[in-house]
């Protein structure tokens, strides 16, 4: 794998710190100055690297939170033998980690969605949570969920899901987050589709 170029790196330092900074304070908090401090990056590389300012930042960073918790929760599911497990693991994965962040670190995507933002970062929020629904109904699917009450389901965990992630922030607990795992586990025991997962 060749290395990264020193433009490559900047920009992956701008994308980063402004994801980080999105998850302790929202968009309308996170500052162009704030970034450039936070990446510790040339000032007057932002907008060489990124002319659409924060929006096209804010997009970036969106993307790449998404892709980098899809993969470490991707690892989770592919290690769980049983849907049960699967969700227990994954819930774990995200109380451990925002317990990590001195519970500093919500969902990037969550606390923009909740801000008024420009129609290009709205766009990439919908996309984001799109793509998390197909992913966990294909999931679902190889646990012997059928379609339709896979898509209600990944809606219900979703939203349940990103709910416990706030609760647990403000109440600097993860009880909220294993309550909700508890509550998912409960939801799928009581569907007739078996849960262990099948062989591909």
Do not use: N
Not at 13 to 34: E, M
Not at 43 to 50: E, I, P
Not at 62 to 78: C, H, K, S, Y
Not at 192 to 199: E, F, L, Q
């Amino acid at each position: 794998m060749s290395e990264l170029t020193k433009g490559e790196r900047t920009k992956q330092k701008l994308v980063a710190a402004t994801g980080s900074l999105l998850r302790r304070q929202g968009f309308h908090a996170t500052g162009l100055s704030d970034i450039v401090a936070e990446s510790g990056a040339p000032r007057g590389s932002l907008y060489f690297y990124f002319p659409g300012g924060k929006d096209e930042l804010a997009t970036a960073a969106l993307e790449a939170a998404g892709a980098e918790w899809r993969t470490r929760i991707e690892a989770v599911v592919a290690a769980a033998s049983s849907l049960d497990g699967a969700i227990a693991g994954i819930v774990e994965l995200l109380a451990d980690d925002l317990e990590a962040s001195k519970f500093q670190h919500g969902c990037p995507v969550a606390a923009v969605a909740l801000e008024s933002t420009s129609e290009p970062v709205r766009k990439a929020i919908v996309a984001h949570y799109a793509a998390w629904e197909v992913t966990i109904v294909e999931h679902l699917g190889k646990y012997g969920i059928a379609a339709a009450p896979a898509k209600q389901l990944a809606v219900v965990a979703l939203s349940m899901i990103e709910g416990a992630l706030i609760l647990a922030r403000v109440q600097r607990s993860k009880a909220p987050l294993v309550t909700v795992g508890k509550a998912l586990r409960a939801i799928v025991a009581t569907m007739s589709s078996p849960t262990k997962r099948r062989d591909e």
